[in-house]
Structure formats: C-alpha cells, structure tokens
C-alpha cells in the first residue's frame, strides 16, 4: 500500500512543470543572446567611427553605414544572385544528404561495398576544390549544374563519414535484443542503426550546411571569372573590377549572413529532432 | 520438480575466438517454473553461459536440449545488467519493441506494452523517455520489455547490480510478485549472495578459471518470500551455507 502511494507521488512529481522563464530564456540563455550582440554593436561602432574620423574614402574601406545604405540601394541585383547562390548550396546539400545517408547504409550493409569505395569518397574530399573547378565547369555544359556538382563534392564527406560511424556505433546489448527477437537486417537497420546514426547524421548535415556554401561560392569565383555566373561570389567579382567596393562589402556581408543562416537553421532542425532524447540537444541544466 | 527440465545443459563449454576457455564441461538442468541463480566471481562465466541458453552464442561443445520443445524468438526474455533501452523510443515504444518485431500490428502491440507497464508500476509513465526516468524506473521498463511476450524462460544477467540497495530490494519483490503471478522459469545471474538466497530456489555456484559449476544449493525456504524473510534465521543460514561454497568455488580455483 504504501509502495502504490509513493509510485503515485513519483508520478506527481515527474508531471509538474517548473516555471518559465521570461521570453523562455534563462539567464544563461539572454547572456548567449546578448553578448555577442553587444560586441557587434561596438566592432561595428568603432569601425564606423575610424572611417568617419580619419576620412577613410569609401573605396579603400567603406563604413557600416555606407555598407547597409548600398545593401538596401542595390537590394534588387543583389537579392537576385543571392537566390542564385542559396539555391545552389541547398541543392547541393540535399544531394549530398540523401547520397551520403544512402552511401553510408551500403556501407553498412556490405563491407565489400564499403572497402572498395570508401578510399574513393577520401580522394574526392582531399582534393582542393579549387583545383578541379576550372575542369569541373569546363566539361560540364551547364553552369548551373557544374556550380552544383562542386559544392556537392565539398559538402559530401562529412555526412558520409558521419553517418557511417553513426551506423556501427549501435549498443552491442541491443543488438543482441533485436537479434533475441528475430528482428530481419531491415528490422535492425530502420529501427536501431538508423536512430542511432541520426545524431551522427545531423552533426554531419550541419558542418556540409557551410561547405556547401564555400563550395558554391569558390565554384561560381572560378566560373565568374569567365563571366558565366550570377551568384553572390560573382557581384563581388563583379564589384571588385568595377570598384564598387561598398557593393562588394554588402555581397560579402550576404554571404555571411546566408552561412549563418543555414548554420542555425540545421542547428534548429537537429534540435527539434534530438531534443527529447539525445544529451547534445538537451538544456545544460537538465543533463545528468 | 520431478517435471522433465524446461532446458538442460550437457558437457557445454565455450572457447571465444580470442582462445579464452570461458567455460567448461558445464551440466545444467533448468526445471520449469523455477527460479535458479547463477552466483560466481567476476569473469567465471555467467554471461557467457546465459547467452549460450538464450541462442545469442553458440557452445564450442556439449548439447542444449528443450525436451519440451525448441523455443521460438517470444519464448525468451533476455533483462542485462543495463537497462538498454531504445533512448529514442518511448517507454511504450520501448516495452512494445519485441510485439512488433515478431509482427504484432501496432495498435495491439501498444496495448499489450501498456498493460505490461502497469503490472511493473508505471503507469502514467508510458510516453517518458528513458532519459526522464530514474534508474530503477529504467530496469522496471527493461523487465517489462522482457516480460511483454510472456515469455516461457526469463533470462538476467545482474540486473539489479547497478542500483542502489534500497530500490535494488523493492526490484527483488517486483520480481518475486511478478513470478508469483506467472510462474515463468527464471536464471538469475548475480554476484550478490544475499540477492541470491532470497529470490532462487536453487543457486549454482560457479567457480573461475575456466568458468565451471562448483556447487547446486537448495534454498529450502516456501515462497511468496517477503521482507520478513530477510531478518529470518533461515535466510541467514543460507547465507552462510552459499558464501562457504562460493569461498570454496574460489579457493579450488586459486589452488
Ligand atoms: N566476446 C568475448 N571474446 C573473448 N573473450 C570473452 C568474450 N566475452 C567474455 N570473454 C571471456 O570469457 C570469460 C568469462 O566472461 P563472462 O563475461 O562470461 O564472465 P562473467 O561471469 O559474466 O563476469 P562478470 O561477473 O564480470 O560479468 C572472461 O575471461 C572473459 O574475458
Ligand atoms: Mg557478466
């Protein structure tokens, strides 16, 4: 009896909910939150008073002011190629997500698969990029795709080896459970190996989020300089010939502000995934 | 228990690849509805016997037979000393996982789980995450797991080894309560002398190097055994009895 009564009040206390904070945020999480953007604020500040002070011409360095006001002047050029570049990363990404998942379970499921092409996928990674571009977009007719292709090859690897380590890092007890039941290979993959790579897996997505961007945007440097692209890394070419210097800022600052993007929006994705069960998605304070 | 043996073991021994002779010469009779206790020091080869009987590893020598039938996959709960759950998976879902490997469709599959959670205790638990239970909680969800098939034979290898004394005694009654009602056939694997007078009616004590059966002990006390049987002269004579043999399993080993 008196075990049932205290199994009842271990059961009211797991459902009471501890209070919110303002907004959600702790202070640890304002302090994430404003630090940096209290430096920002006084990088930027400062930057715009040393061009201000010491009559830096704009051409050799703009200010922040000059760099927002060409941001919102040229916003139709310049929103027009960064649609360019983000279509191309996230193609690329999502190419190289679904091969590298796709890979990655071969892998798993055939050694022989796994030996013989493994070195290969090293291979593609190792190689600089930037020196297989100019071949890349010269035998590829299309430029589009040739942009695709690499940022695809940068952005491959990490998923691949990720999700491969991911797929054979399964508990070995349960292993023996799925196999206790009979489970089939398909059993063990959909259920076991492949929830348990998804940390593995989205780790991965994350670091190929930004080199798919670094991949898109040397790929269109090197097409660019044969005037055959229109993305973002392609109007800083554009600027720099034209010494359009506050322009060519305002792309940069775009390509930036498209990296972090894709960084927060993966980090978010991870998150909503991994959330109620994995401790790199949990709050500090509730890991034990 | 004049029954014929649920499982029986002859002349097993098991070699790993690594050339360990983990165990040898091994003669085991499992009677039907019985709780035995595997008791050893660590490394005589208690894991590696119950994987054995569970068909998770295969002896290099010796039989085991089931005069009653080779059992299918549902016909064995296998409980580790880790609650090894799906950390991904609800403990419904978790509970719920050997009904739907073996196909039981969803629906009934989640049913059957649910009611399992209940009889260990927790209700009101079924959509937790193992990460939001505590560890005694987190076995009771393993035990269930175990239990859901209704299995014929329940097999554990120290379950109860890494929690604390005071849930690790209420997890004992659980059990006891548990096969009361069912009167499934149960091979406990402990280190724990005490842990193994009060829950077996027969305790094999093992000895070391190579793993082998040093003595087969009665614990000639009736069940339902409760708390009062902890404090009772009984049980501490047992006690003594089983940790003489296991001194002894130990020194023929040394020697
Ligand atoms: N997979 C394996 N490969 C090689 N040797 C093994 C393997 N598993 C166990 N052994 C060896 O077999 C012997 C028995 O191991 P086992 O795990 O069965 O012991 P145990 O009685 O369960 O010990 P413990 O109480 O520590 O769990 C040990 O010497 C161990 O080193
Ligand atoms: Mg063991």
Not at chain 1, 230 to 254: C, H, T
Not at chain 2, 103 to 118: I, P, Q, S, V
Request: with cysteine.
């Amino acid at each position: 009896m008196s075990q049932v009564l205290e199994r009842r009040a271990e059961a009211l206390e797991a459902a009471a909910v501890p209070p919110r904070p303002p907004f959600g945020l702790t202070a640890e999480g304002w302090l994430r939150l404003l630090a940096p953007v209290v430096i920002g604020l006084l990088v930027l500040g400062g930057w715009e008073w040393l061009v201000r002070t010491r009559g830096i011409p704009p051409y050799v360095l703009p200010g922040p002011v000059a760099i927002a006001e060409t941001l919102v002047r040229d916003w139709g050029t310049l929103s027009a190629s960064l649609l360019v570049t983000l279509k191309i990363t996230l193609l690329a990404l999502l190419v190289a997500a679904s091969l590298g998942l796709v890979l990655a379970v071969l892998f798993a499921q055939s050694r022989i698969v796994e030996l013989s092409l493994f070195p290969y996928a090293v291979i593609l990674q190792v190689t600089p990029i930037v020196a297989i571009a100019p071949l890349i977009i010269i035998w590829v007719d299309d430029v589009t795709l040739s942009l695709l292709i690499c940022a695809w090859i940068v952005a491959f690897f990490p998923i691949l080896s990720n999700t491969t380590v991911g797929l054979n890092s399964t508990d070995h007890n349960l292993l023996d459970l799925f196999r206790l039941y009979g489970a089939s290979r398909w059993q063990v993959l959909w259920r076991l190996r492949l929830p348990t790579a998804m940390p593995f897996f989205l780790a991965g997505l994350r670091i190929s989020g930004g080199l798919a961007l670094i991949g898109a945007i040397v790929a269109e440097f090197v097409a660019g300089t044969g005037g055959r692209a229109s993305g973002l890394a392609y109007r800083i070419l554009e600027s720099g010939y034209q010494l359009q210097i506050p322009r060519m800022f305002a792309a940069l600052v775009l390509v930036s502000a498209t990296g972090i993007a894709i960084f927060l929006a993966l980090s978010l994705l991870s998150h909503l995934l991994l959330r109620r069960w994995h401790e790199s998605a949990m709050a500090r304070g509730d890991r034990r | 228990m004049s029954l014929e043996p649920l499982v029986s073991l002859r002349g097993i021994a098991k070699r790993y690849a690594t050339g360990t002779l983990a165990v040898r010469g091994i003669d085991l009779d499992i009677a039907q509805g019985e709780v035995l206790a595997l008791l050893g020091p660590s490394g005589c080869g208690k894991s590696t016997l119950l994987r054995m009987v569970a068909g998770l590893s295969e002896a290099t020598a010796g039989r085991i037979d089931w005069p009653s039938g080779q059992p299918s996959a549902r016909d064995i709960g296998f409980v580790f000393q880790e609650p090894t759950l799906m950390p991904w998976a609800t403990a419904l879902a978790n509970v719920a996982l050997p009904l739907e490997l073996g196909g039981m469709g969803r629906r009934e599959a989640a049913e059957r789980a649910a009611a399992m959670l209940a009889r260990v205790d927790l209700k009101g638990f079924e959509n937790a995450y193992p990460r939001a239970l505590s560890g005694g909680m987190r076995m009771r969800v393993s035990i269930a797991r175990a239990l859901v098939t209704r299995p014929r034979l329940l097999l554990m290898d120290e379950p109860f080894a890494a929690l604390d004394e005071i849930t690790r005694f209420r997890l004992n009654n659980d059990l006891l309560e548990l096969w009361e009602a069912e009167r499934f056939t149960v091979v406990f694997v402990t280190h724990s002398v005490f842990e193994s007078v009060y829950l077996a009616r027969r305790i094999a004590v093992m000895a070391p190097r190579p793993g082998r059966i040093h003595a087969e002990l009665a614990v000639e006390a009736g069940y339902p055994r409760g708390e009062e049987f902890r404090t009772s002269a009984g049980y501490a004579a047992h006690c003594r009895e089983v940790s003489q043999a296991l001194g002894a399993a130990m020194a023929g080993a040394a020697a």
